[in-house]
C-alpha cells in the first residue's frame, strides 16, 4: 500500500503519480530540474598525452610576383647530352652570326683598312720617317690580311651583341627564374663594353705605343719598313685584349651573381687586384714606359670598382634595400659641373682648345 500512495509534493502540490521503485528517480528528478547523479564507472587506464606539436609557421602571404615561386621552379633540368646539343647549337648559331657580319664587312674592307693603317702613319709621321707606308713581303701577304683577318676582326666587333647572347643562352638554363631577367642587361652592358674596350685600344693605348715605339728608332740611322702582318698582329692583339680587359665588370657581376665574391670582400683585398691589374696591363700595353702604364691601368683600376659598385647593388637588392639614387646623381652633377668649370677656366685664362684627339685639350 505504501507503495501505492503518492509522495508529498515538496512544493505543495500534487505528486504526478505513484512512484515506481525502478523509474522514481528518473522521474522525480526530470520533473523539478535536478541532475540524475553520475554513475562512478571506473575508467581504463589511459596512455600517456603525446606532447603538443608545435604550431607551424604562418604561410606567408603572396603578393602575386614571381619571386615568390619557389627558386627550383624556375630552374631547368637537362641532361648531360642535352647540355651538348646545346652548346652544338649556340656555337653554329654564333659561327652564323659572325659569317653575316663577315660578308658585310667585306664590302667595307677598303675602307676599313684605311682606318686601320691610320695610326702606322701618323705615328711615323711624328716620329719623322720620310715615308709613311707599310710594306708587304709576299705576294698572299695583303689579301690573308687585308680580305680576310680584317673583315674577321670586324665581324667580331659587329657580331659581339648576338655572341653574347649566345653565351647567356647557354648558361641561362643553370639559372633561377628572376636571374634570367638580367639577359637584356648583360648582352647590352657586354657587348658596349667590348666595342668601347676596342675604341680605346684604337685611339689611346695603340696609337700613343706605337708613336712611342716608332720614336725610340729615329734618329738612330734606322728606317722603318713595318710589314702589315707584323702591325696587323699587334693591332689585333691590342684591341682584343683591351675588349676583353673592359669586360671586367661583367666578370665580377657574374662571381656576385653566383655568390662566388661579395662587394665587401672586394673592397677589402682592393689592393691585391690593383697589383693584378698593373701586371695585366704591363702585359697588354705594347710599351714598357710608365706613361703608356698607366693610361692602360688607370681605366682598368676604374672598370674594377664599378664591377664592385654593380655587385653592391646586387647585394643591396638581395638584402631588399634601395640604393639613394637622387643623391647620388646630385654628386655627380655636382662633380661634373666643377670639372666643366675647371675647363672652361683653363679655356678662358690659358688658351687652350678642344681637338678631336688625346688628349683632347691643347693651345
Not at 38 to 46: D, F, I, K, T
Not at 58 to 63: A, G, H, I, M, V
Not at 325 to 344: K, N, Q, R, S, T
Request: aromatic share 14%; glycine share 6%; with cysteine.
Amino acid at each position: 500500500m505504501d507503495s501505492e500512495q503518492s509522495k508529498p509534493d515538496p512544493t505543495g502540490q500534487d505528486s504526478p503519480g505513484p512512484v515506481n521503485d525502478a523509474t522514481d528517480s528518473y522521474t522525480y528528478y526530470d520533473d523539478y530540474g535536478y541532475e540524475q547523479p553520475a554513475q562512478e564507472v571506473a575508467a581504463p587506464p589511459s596512455e600517456p598525452a603525446p606532447p603538443p606539436a608545435p604550431p607551424s609557421p604562418p604561410k606567408p602571404e603572396s603578393s602575386g610576383d614571381e619571386d615568390d615561386e619557389p627558386e627550383e621552379d624556375g630552374m631547368l633540368r637537362m641532361s648531360f647530352l642535352e647540355h651538348l646539343e646545346e652548346l652544338r647549337a649556340r656555337i653554329l648559331s654564333a659561327l652564323m652570326g659572325i659569317g653575316v657580319a663577315f660578308f658585310a664587312s667585306i664590302y667595307f674592307t677598303s675602307d676599313l683598312w684605311q682606318i686601320v693603317q691610320t695610326p702606322a702613319r701618323r705615328a711615323l709621321q711624328e716620329a719623322g720617317f720620310t715615308h709613311s707606308n707599310l710594306v708587304v713581303n709576299s705576294p698572299t701577304e695583303a689579301f690573308s690580311i687585308v680580305w680576310v683577318k680584317l673583315p674577321i676582326l670586324c665581324a667580331t666587333f659587329i657580331a659581339s651583341p648576338w655572341l653574347l647572347y649566345q653565351v647567356w643562352a647557354f648558361i641561362a638554363p643553370g639559372l633561377y627564374k628572376r636571374e634570367r631577367r638580367w639577359a637584356v642587361p648583360f648582352v647590352i652592358c657586354s657587348a658596349g663594353l667590348f666595342v668601347l674596350g676596342g675604341l680605346f685600344a684604337y685611339f689611346v693605348a695603340f696609337r700613343f705605343g706605337l708613336t712611342f715605339l716608332l720614336g725610340i728608332a729615329y734618329g738612330q740611322d734606322i728606317d722603318a719598313l713595318i710589314s702589315i702582318t707584323e702591325y696587323f698582329d699587334l693591332f689585333v692583339n691590342i684591341t682584343l685584349g683591351m675588349g676583353l680587359v673592359f669586360e671586367l665588370p661583367i666578370l665580377i657581376f657574374f662571381l656576385a651573381l653566383l655568390r662566388i665574391v661579395t662587394p665587401q670582400f672586394l673592397v677589402r683585398n682592393s689592393r691585391y687586384a690593383i697589383l693584378i691589374i698593373v701586371i695585366i696591363a704591363a702585359v697588354v700595353t705594347p710599351t714598357p714606359d710608365v706613361i703608356n702604364l698607366m693610361m692602360v691601368s688607370v681605366p682598368m683600376v676604374f672598370l674594377y670598382f664599378s664591377g664592385v659598385f654593380a655587385a653592391y647593388l646586387l647585394w643591396l637588392s638581395r638584402e631588399g634595400r634601395r640604393f639613394p639614387w637622387p643623391v647620388a646623381l646630385a654628386i655627380l652633377i655636382a662633380i661634373l659641373a666643377l670639372f666643366g668649370g675647371g675647363v672652361y677656366y683653363g679655356m678662358a685664362k690659358f688658351g687652350y682648345k678642344v681637338i678631336g684627339e688625346w688628349p683632347f685639350l691643347t693651345r
